[in-house]
């Protein structure tokens, strides 16, 4: 049986993350992006919109959601779908503060 194991990764300080902004890291060949909310909740998803693969950790953080600077894509901090008529979705990470540190969830085989 091939099961998965969940390994929680300090990226940084929650401190280092703008309110209503993100800052990014690499994960092998991708970018992840870890944003956080004005009421400080963290969320991380991969940072390209399912659109036309824009740079969601450059989108405006806002009601739980980012959107796409590119075309304007709306897309839940917390799944990864995008809303409203648009549809496709990025995967979303699991992602904690502990004592202020940002911790993210990566799955190892």
């Known amino acids: ?6 390994n929680w ?7 280092d993350i703008p309110r209503r902004g993100a800052r990014c890291i690499r994960n092998g060949a991708m970018t992840i992006a ?11 998803l ?9 740079p969601l950790s ?4 806002h009601d739980g ?7 304007n894509w709306v897309i839940s901090l917390e799944t990864g779908k995008a809303q ?3 549809e496709g979705s990025v995967e979303a990470f699991p992602v904690r503060v502990d004592d202020g540190r940002v911790l993210l969830a ?3 085989g």
């Open 1 to 6: 049986m091939n099961a998965l194991t969940r």
């Open 9 to 15: 990764i300090d990226v940084g300080a929650l401190e």
């Open 34 to 44: 870890v944003f956080r909310t004005t009421d400080d909740h963290v969320f991380a």
């Open 46 to 54: 991969e940072d390209r919109c399912p659109h036309r693969q824009g």
């Open 58 to 61: 450059q989108g405006i953080v």
């Open 65 to 71: 959601c980012v959107t796409c600077p590119l075309h």
């Open 84 to 86: 409203g008529a648009d």
């Open 106 to 108: 990566v799955d190892l």
